[in-house]
T-cell receptor, first 116, second 111 residues
Framework: EAQVTQNPRYLITVTGKKLTVTCSQN?????MSWYRQDPGLGLRQIYY???????DKGDVPEGYKVSRKEKRNFPLILESPSPNQTSLYFC???????????????FGEGSWLTVV | RKEVEQDPGPFNVPEGATVAFNCTYS??????FFWYRQDCRKEPKLLMS???SGNEDGRFTAQLNRASQYISLLIRDSKLSDSATYLC????????????FGTGTRLQVFP
């Protein structure tokens, strides 16, 4: 079954304590990205990766890092979380954008993160 | 002005009703368009792509009007299971995943 798996699904953490949200996909997709969703703002892209070792900033990258050492994994790292990073986070993957199969973005189930 | 704008709703309609949502986009160079469905506290899922010629999938019809820069989604014969938030999504480029998401329109279908 095609899947994008994120962990943890729910996390409450304290300001400044480094955390990593893992993301893994089993579809051999080249393209992966991270979004955050906040009320009234919709989904906003944090970082994306077009392939292994290729990452780039999205619209709201401040306070986040990513890495793409393997094709299937794309972890999101919050080095020093702050309360304004409290949000619902989605990892997503797709075939190369612009191709017919690349029109479908597969999202993970989401990670609810609260920073206190 | 937001790049992609939607009426947040909620649209409360009875079962069997026909309901339509519009979405406007500001960038005339936008290349591709989609409707995603998001259930409460769940991940978005692709409902349908929107083509220039319009397209239909069962009870759902999507239209694109490039001149006026809007896309629409029509749902006929609404079911209770159609209750969800519908996200309008615009891709600014064919070869990157430069997706811009609307904030969504909430639909509530009641018995």
């Amino acid at each position: 079954e095609a899947q994008v798996t994120q962990n943890p699904r729910y996390l409450i953490t304290v300001t400044g304590k480094k955390l990593t949200v893992t993301c893994s996909q089993n579809m051999n997709h080249e393209y992966m990205s991270w979004y955050r969703q906040d009320p009234g703002l919709g989904l906003r892209q944090i970082y994306y990766s077009m392939n292994v070792e290729v990452t780039d900033k999205g619209d709201v990258p401040e306070g986040y890092k990513v890495s793409r050492k393997e094709k299937r994994n794309f972890p999101l790292i919050l080095e020093s979380p702050s309360p304004n990073q409290t949000s619902l986070y989605f990892c997503a993957s797709s075939s190369f954008p612009g191709t017919p199969s690349g029109n479908t973005i597969y999202f993970g189930e989401g990670s609810w993160l609260t920073v206190v | 002005r937001k790049e992609v704008e939607q009426d947040p709703g909620p649209f409360n309609v009875p079962e069997g009703a026909t309901v339509a949502f519009n979405c406007t986009y500001s960038n005339s160079a936008s290349q591709s368009f989609f409707w995603y469905r998001q259930d409460c506290r769940k991940e978005p899922k692709l409902l349908m792509s929107v083509y220039s010629s319009g397209n239909e999938d069962g009870r759902f019809t999507a239209q694109l009007n490039r001149a006026s820069q809007y896309i629409s989604l029509l749902i006929r014969d609404s079911k209770l299971s159609d209750s969800a938030t519908y996200l309008c999504v615009v891709n600014l480029s064919y070869n990157t995943d430069k997706l811009i998401f609307g904030t969504g329109t909430r639909l509530q279908v009641f018995p």
